[in-house]
């Protein structure tokens, strides 16, 4: 079974160019979050959805930070314009909340390492 | 807010030796506990949770951790460590009722083995 897919593994780019980062969840999780890694912070929590729905994303830095997810299987989210300090790991992790179960596991993709120039 | 504070950054273990990760977390109800283990270039996996019950649980890789409430940590344990151990070690609190909707980390105890 697939695990938390996440593309693109790598990406430099240049201050003020737009990145996208994409997120495939496992099937069937109904929930979907986006983590920030860096030495200074640790892991952040930017956002998290819901059945597609986004339900607290007081992590998001700035807004110059969007994220979507138009069906349960697919999430971006988007920096607009990329800055140095955003430079990071970014992981998109997926999990499932059924009636009167909870593993309380989040699935973490391999993440997607951000380098702005 | 609920916090985490792991207070080592950086642990070094012989081969075969036991080991102690420190965790202790700050939150005003019962907290959803959770150690997730990260290898080099990898997402994070879970290593173990507590939600209730047995304060002593048992994990994959032959880890274990206790919950004390009295002291409010949630120490990671293993008797005897394997190469294949060195990793990054996440300790997590969760906050809503199913305890994975918000989930604070620590900064992370950074585990070496030596021969």
């Known amino acids: 079974d697939a695990g938390v897919i996440q593309s693109p593994r790598h990406e430099v780019t240049e201050m003020g160019q737009e990145v996208t980062l994409r997120c495939k969840p496992i099937?069937?999780?109904?929930?979907l979050f986006w983590y920030r890694q860096t030495m200074m912070r640790g892991l952040e929590l930017l956002i998290y959805?819901?059945?597609?729905?986004?339900?607290?994303d007081s992590g998001m830095p700035e807004d110059r930070f969007s994220a979507k997810m138009p069906n349960a299987s697919f999430s971006t989210l988007k920096i607009q314009p990329s800055e140095p300090r955003d430079s990071a790991v970014y992981f998109c992790?997926?999990?499932?909340?059924?009636?009167?179960?909870?593993?309380?596991?989040?699935?973490f993709g391999e993440g997607s390492r951000l380098t702005v120039l | 807010a609920q916090s985490v504070t792991q207070p080592d950054i950086h642990i070094t273990v012989s081969e075969g030796a036991s080991l102690e990760l420190r965790c202790n977390y700050s939150?005003?109800?019962?907290?959803?506990l959770f150690w997730y283990v990260q290898s080099p270039g990898q997402g994070l996996q879970l290593l173990l949770k507590?939600?209730?019950?047995?304060?002593l649980v048992q994990g994959i890789k032959g880890f274990e951790a206790e919950f004390k409430r009295s002291q409010s940590s949630f120490n990671l344990r293993k008797p005897s460590v394997h190469w294949s151990d060195a990793a990054e070690y996440f300790c997590?609190?969760?906050?809503?009722?199913?305890?994975?909707?918000?989930?604070?980390f620590g900064t992370g105890t950074r585990l070496t083995i030596i021969p």
């Open positions: 939150y005003g109800a019962t907290p959803y």
């Open positions: 507590y939600f209730s019950g047995d304060t």
């Open positions: 099937s069937g999780h109904d929930y």
């Open positions: 959805f819901n059945n597609n729905v986004p339900i607290d």
């Open positions: 997590a609190v969760g906050i809503s009722n199913f305890g994975n909707e918000k989930l604070t």
């Open positions: 992790a997926s999990s499932l909340r059924s009636s009167g179960k909870n593993t309380g596991e989040l699935f």
